[in-house]
């Protein structure tokens, strides 16, 4: 968007038009400048809102009402047109926290209601964890933020700075991670793929996103690399949570077998194909989520281990560089942190011999229980 104090010229980038917007008796008006192909770059769209910034200048000049902040619904719609990040899982996350909580209860008051005060009150009186209570502040925060980007109220302190969370840093329950016997009892009675699919993320500490968006063509048999390179969320294929989590992995020998015995009785062993494509849906899209999470609880509770999720195996996997004496910097390679103090805070470069000894004895925890 190209905002002035006079207006500001923004492209629907769903119907390829220009609108132009400013503000007049504490609304915000809208009048279409004109398609992208008249005005193929921002500059010339701004030329073409002139006589349209003309009559919001003079339509300003005469108005001596004191202009009010924006609904906080409002703020929302245009929010999501032009801030709203376009990663489906954050995305996703975003529109719960909206729609299911900040909307409900402010969705009709100006923004200026959201104040320091009454938004912790009310975080406190929601039924969510502190870590969740955290998220709902952080977006209202950035509502806080677009509104000043966008000119809708001065710039100035946000107010939502000063709200606290507390407990925000702590966990409510503890991530869970196996001992060696634990998965061997645990992956002993697990069906194809779902065995290969505990394998794979417990030797490389993936994410089940990563871990089913993986297709053969990513397995380099010849080096004995894997390539990370997006993920697939509710069956969207989107990028990998952060720039850190791409990554080129060493593949140990034995584990390089294991995946050689699955492609040969998966009925979808083509280099386009996803690794653990799943045969209901015909190889087009690969096993959900919710049918290996399903799979995996299944398998902890009839092992005597209890509950457990998918996010367990990274748990896992973090876990066993530290009993096979990784140092601290290789795990947050290979772990793929995008920030070092997500493992801990420590310098220095990795040796890429320490990360493929590491694999070798995370591989060989797995496969042999040694």
């Given at each position: 968007?190209?905002?002035?104090?006079?207006?500001?010229?923004?492209?629907?980038?769903?119907?390829?038009?220009?609108?132009?917007?400013?503000?007049?008796?504490?609304?915000?008006?809208?009048?279409?400048?004109?398609?992208?192909?008249?005005?193929?770059?921002?500059?010339?769209?701004?030329?073409g809102a002139k006589a349209?910034?003309?009559?919001?200048?003079?339509?300003?000049?005469?108005?001596?009402?004191?202009?009010?902040?924006?609904?906080?619904?409002?703020?929302?719609?245009?929010?999501?047109?032009?801030?709203?990040?376009?990663?489906?899982?954050?995305?996703?996350?975003?529109?719960?926290?909206?729609?299911?909580?900040?909307?409900?209860?402010?969705?009709?008051?100006?923004?200026?209601?959201?104040?320091?005060?009454?938004?912790?009150?009310?975080?406190?009186?929601?039924?969510l964890s502190p870590k969740?209570?955290?998220?709902?502040?952080?977006?209202?925060?950035?509502?806080?933020?677009?509104?000043?980007?966008?000119?809708?109220?001065?710039?100035?302190?946000?107010?939502?700075?000063?709200?606290?969370?507390?407990?925000?840093?702590?966990?409510?329950?503890?991530?869970?991670?196996?001992?060696?016997?634990?998965?061997?009892?645990?992956?002993?009675?697990?069906?194809?793929?779902?065995?290969?699919?505990?394998?794979?993320?417990?030797?490389?500490?993936?994410?089940?996103?990563?871990?089913?968006?993986?297709?053969?063509?990513?397995?380099?048999?010849?080096?004995?690399?894997?390539?990370?390179?997006?993920?697939?969320?509710?069956?969207?294929?989107?990028?990998?949570?952060?720039?850190?989590?791409?990554?080129?992995?060493?593949?140990?020998?034995?584990?390089?077998?294991?995946?050689?015995?699955?492609?040969?009785?998966?009925?979808?062993?083509?280099?386009?194909?996803?690794?653990?494509?799943?045969?209901?849906?015909?190889?087009?899209?690969?096993?959900?989520?919710?049918?290996?999470?399903?799979?995996?609880?299944?398998?902890?509770?009839?092992?005597?281990?209890?509950?457990?999720?998918?996010?367990?195996?990274?748990?896992?996997?973090?876990?066993?560089?530290?009993?096979?004496?990784?140092?601290?910097?290789?795990?947050?390679?290979?772990?793929r942190h995008a920030d070092?103090?997500?493992?801990?805070?420590?310098?220095?470069?990795?040796?890429?011999?320490?990360?493929?000894?590491?694999?070798?004895?995370?591989?060989?925890?797995?496969?042999?229980?040694?």
């Open positions: 968007m190209r905002a002035h104090g006079d207006g500001s010229v923004t492209l629907d980038r769903r119907t390829k038009v220009w609108n132009f917007y400013w503000w007049e008796s504490g609304k915000r008006r809208c009048k279409k400048v004109g398609t992208l192909a008249q005005y193929p770059t921002k500059t010339a769209a701004w030329q349209l910034r003309g009559d919001a200048v003079e339509t300003k000049t005469t108005n001596t009402s004191k202009p009010t902040a924006p609904a906080v619904s409002t703020l929302v719609e245009e929010y999501r047109a032009e801030k709203m990040p376009t990663r489906y899982s954050t995305r996703r996350s975003y529109e719960c926290w909206l729609n299911g909580h900040i909307l409900p209860r402010w969705g009709a008051c100006p923004l200026t209601d959201l104040q320091a005060r009454p938004v912790e009150l009310w975080l406190t009186s929601l039924d969740s209570r955290a998220h709902v502040r952080g977006l209202v925060r950035m509502l806080w933020e677009f509104a000043m980007w966008n000119q809708s109220v001065p710039t100035q302190r946000n107010p939502i700075e000063l709200v606290t969370v507390k407990g925000a840093s702590k966990r409510t329950r503890q991530p869970r991670s196996l001992t060696v016997e634990e998965f061997q009892g645990f992956v002993k009675d697990l069906s194809e793929p779902f065995r290969t699919i505990a394998l794979v993320c417990v030797c490389f500490g993936l994410r089940i996103s990563e871990c089913l968006a993986l297709k053969w063509a990513d397995v380099d048999w010849l080096n004995a690399k894997l390539t990370v390179e997006r993920g697939i969320v509710r069956q969207r294929v989107g990028e990998v949570k952060t720039a850190g989590s791409q990554g080129h992995l060493s593949i140990d020998r034995t584990l390089l077998e294991v995946l050689k015995s699955w492609k040969q009785v998966t009925p979808f062993p083509a280099e386009g194909d996803w690794l653990f494509a799943s045969p209901i849906r015909l190889g087009h899209q690969p096993w959900s989520y919710d049918e290996v999470l399903r799979s995996f609880q299944k398998s902890g509770m009839d092992a005597g281990i209890g509950w457990l999720g998918t996010h367990t195996m990274r748990h896992t996997y973090r876990s066993w560089l530290d009993a096979v004496g990784t140092g601290i910097a290789v795990q947050q390679k290979l772990m070092i103090r997500t493992t801990m805070n420590v310098y220095g470069n990795v040796v890429t011999d320490e990360m493929n000894q590491a694999h070798h004895k995370v591989v060989g925890l797995a496969l042999n229980g040694r």
